[in-house]
């Protein structure tokens, strides 16, 4: 099973960006979906971005599209999400997923192997 680990995460101020990266090892995601989610403190874990298999598809949640983007570089088995104009209710622990199909979906259930997730914190 593909390994994820991620990376990126960290305190930002309202207004700001980050880039958080996920690299792949113990197998190749390039013929996969890949996604992104969040767990907010005392919240279910949401989903937050998308991308097929060629990078040619992808969907973001209502709350973070126009803000958030997510591409991959299938050479180097990396994911990223650049986040820009970081709102406070954007703070979660942020999850790097593999989905089991080469589009995926929004559903958590449809995504086989998961990061442990990086730390993204924005102050106000």
């Known amino acids: 099973q593909v390994q994820l680990v991620e990376s990126g995460g960290g305190l930002v101020q309202a207004g700001g960006s980050l880039k958080l990266a996920c690299a792949a090892s113990?197998?190749?995601?390039?013929?996969?979906?890949m996604g992104w989610f969040r767990q907010a403190p005392g919240k279910e874990r949401e989903f937050v971005a998308r991308?097929?298999?060629?990078?040619?598809?992808?969907t973001y949640a209502d709350t973070v599209k126009g803000r958030f983007t997510i591409s991959r570089d299938n050479a180097k088995n990396t994911v990223y999400l650049e986040m820009n104009s970081l709102k406070p209710e954007d703070t979660a622990v942020y999850y790097c997923?593999?989905?089991?199909?080469?589009?995926?979906?929004?559903?958590?259930?449809?995504?086989?192997?998961w990061g442990l997730g990086t730390q993204v914190t924005v102050s106000s």
């Open positions: 997923a593999a989905a089991r199909t080469p589009f995926g979906s929004n559903w958590s259930s449809d995504f086989s192997s």
């Open positions: 113990e197998g190749t995601v390039s013929n996969i979906a």
């Open positions: 991308i097929s298999w060629r990078g040619y598809a992808t």
